[in-house]
C-alpha cells in the first residue's frame, strides 16, 4: 500500500465524473444547499426541527454564516503545491485532515445506527470524532465501532459532580484521547422550532443512552430504566441542566482524569486567556451552531481574538456554521488547528447512514483540497491570514 497522501480533491470528483460517463449522478449532493433540500425530505418534522433548528429568532446561526462572507479568499497563484498532504497530528493522534466531527446528540432520529455509522465512517477516513453526551448509544458501543480511530468525548456537566466523574472515567477507558467540557449549554437555549411542536426528543427517552448505561445514574432511580423509560427520562431532565457551573466546579476535572481538558464554547478572548491561565489543554471556539444565545456573533468572528489571545499555547478548534471546505480554509487561516462539522455529516446520515457521513465528509475534504491547491498550499500549516482579502481587526 502506498504511503503516499491521499489527494482528495482530484480523487472524488475524478470518481464522480467517471461515473458520470455511465449516466450515474451522486446520490448525496454535493453542495450544503441540495443536500440539505434532500435531508428534510427524509427526516420526520421533529428530526428537521431538532437538527435545522437555532436559538430565538436565529439570528446567532445567520451570523455565522454571515462571519464566513467578511473573509473572503484572495487566491495567491504559482506558489507550487501539486502534492498535498492534509495530514496533521491533534493529541498525538496522527490524523488524515484538520477536521472532525462535532458531538451531535439524538442521532437515532436519523438514522437507526446513528452514532454507530458516525464512528464507522470516520474511523475509515481516518479523521477525529468527538462522542456525544447525549448519544443514543453508549459510548462503549461506538467505541467499538471506531476501532481503532482517534476519538474525543465532549461532556455536559450537570447538577451531578459524580456523574461527570464517571461519564469522564468511562471516556478514558475506552481510548478517548481528549475531554471537550461544552460551557454554552448548561442549560438549553430558547429553541422556538421544538417549542411549537411541543418536541422533547429527551422526555422520549432519546439521546440519554450515556446516562442510563451509567451506573452512577442508574443508582439514582427507583426503577432500572429497563422497567421504566419515563421515569429515567425525568431523572436526566431534573439533573442535565445547572447553569451554576463555574470555574472552580470544573477544576475539579484534574483529579478525575491525565487527558487533555478542552473548553468548548469560548467565544471572548477574555474567556480564552483565562483557559489558557488555569492551565486547560484547548479551547474550541463555538456557539453551539447558533443554537444557545440569540443575538450572538457568528462564531468565526471570533476565532482569530480567541487564537491572538491564546498566542499558540494551546491548540484551537472550531465549529458553528461550517457548510463546505472554502469554509473550512478560512477557519484554518484564522486560526483554527482543527475544524469541526456538525449539520452537513447529520443530512448525509439522514440520506444514506455510514455511507452518507463518510460521502459528506470526502466532498468537504475533497474541496478543502483544491482550495490548498489553489492557494498554493501543500499544507495545512501553509493556510494564513495573508491568503484572505480581508483580515480580522484585532
Known amino acids: 500500500m502506498s504511503d503516499a497522501p491521499r489527494q482528495f480533491g482530484p480523487e472524488t470528483q475524478g470518481a464522480i465524473y467517471l461515473r ?80 472532525f466531527s462535532c458531538p451531535i ?47 474525543f468525548y465532549q461532556l455536559y456537566w450537570g447538577k451531578s459532580d459524580a456523574l461527570a466523574e464517571s461519564f ?5 477507558a475506552i481510548g478517548c484521547r481528549a475531554i471537550f467540557i461544552t460551557l454554552d449549554t448548561l442549560v438549553l437555549g430558547w429553541r422556538p422550532r421544538d417549542l411549537d411542536i411541543g418536541f422533547s426528543p429527551f422526555l422520549r427517552g432519546q439521546g440519554i443512552a450515556q446516562y442510563t448505561s451509567d451506573p452512577v445514574f442508574r443508582g439514582l432511580l427507583a426503577q432500572p430504566p429497563e422497567e421504566n423509560p419515563l421515569g429515567a427520562a425525568v431523572q436526566f431532565t431534573q439533573m442535565f441542566s445547572d447553569s451554576s457551573v463555574d470555574w472552580k466546579r470544573i477544576a475539579q476535572i484534574r483529579s478525575w482524569t491525565k487527558l487533555p481538558i478542552v473548553l468548548k ?38 476565532l482569530a481574538h480567541v487564537a491572538a489571545a491564546v498566542k ?7 465549529d458553528s456554521g461550517v457548510r463546505c471546505g472554502a469554509d473550512i480554509f478560512k477557519a484554518l487561516a484564522l486560526g483554527a488547528t482543527a475544524v469541526g462539522i456538525g449539520r452537513p455529516y447529520v443530512y448525509g446520515l439522514a440520506l444514506a447512514g455510514e455511507q452518507g457521513v463518510q460521502t459528506v465528509m470526502e466532498y ?8 490548498m491547491a489553489l492557494n498554493g498550499c501543500p ?4 493556510i494564513s491570514q495573508d491568503l484572505l482579502m480581508v483580515k480580522p481587526n484585532l
Open 20 to 99: 458520470g460517463l455511465s449516466g450515474a449522478k451522486p446520490d448525496i449532493p454535493t453542495n450544503f444547499i441540495g443536500l440539505e433540500r434532500e435531508a428534510q425530505k427524509k427526516m420526520s418534522p421533529e428530526a428537521w426541527a431538532y437538527t435545522a433548528g437555532s436559538a430565538g429568532l436565529e439570528t446567532a446561526a445567520d451570523a455565522n454564516r454571515a462571519a464566513f462572507s467578511r473573509f473572503p479568499i484572495a487566491p495567491r497563484m504559482l506558489a507550487g503545491a501539486g502534492v498535498r498532504n492534509l495530514g496533521c497530528e491533534i493529541f498525538g493522534a496522527r490524523v488524515a485532515a484538520p477536521v
Open 105 to 151: 446528540g439524538v442521532l437515532e432520529m436519523m438514522h437507526a445506527d446513528a452514532d454507530l455509522a458516525v464512528a464507522r465512517a470516520m474511523q475509515r477516513l481516518n479523521l477525529p470524532m468527538i462522542i456525544s453526551s447525549q448519544a443514543s448509544y453508549p459510548m462503549e458501543e461506538i467505541a467499538r465501532e471506531n476501532g481503532d480511530g482517534p476519538r
Open 168 to 172: 469522564v472515567r468511562r471516556a478514558e
Open 265 to 302: 464554547g469560548i467565544m471572548r478572548a477574555d474567556d480564552a486567556a483565562k483557559a489558557v491561565s488555569e492551565g486547560y489543554d484547548g479551547v474550541m471556539v463555538s456557539n453551539h451552531g447558533g443554537r444557545q444565545v440569540d443575538g450572538g456573533i457568528g462564531a468565526l468572528d471570533a
Open 312 to 318: 499558540g499555547r494551546v491548540p484551537v478548534f472550531f
Open 364 to 371: 468537504l475534504l475533497g474541496e478543502l483540497d483544491i482550495t
Open 379 to 382: 499544507k495545512p500549516e501553509d
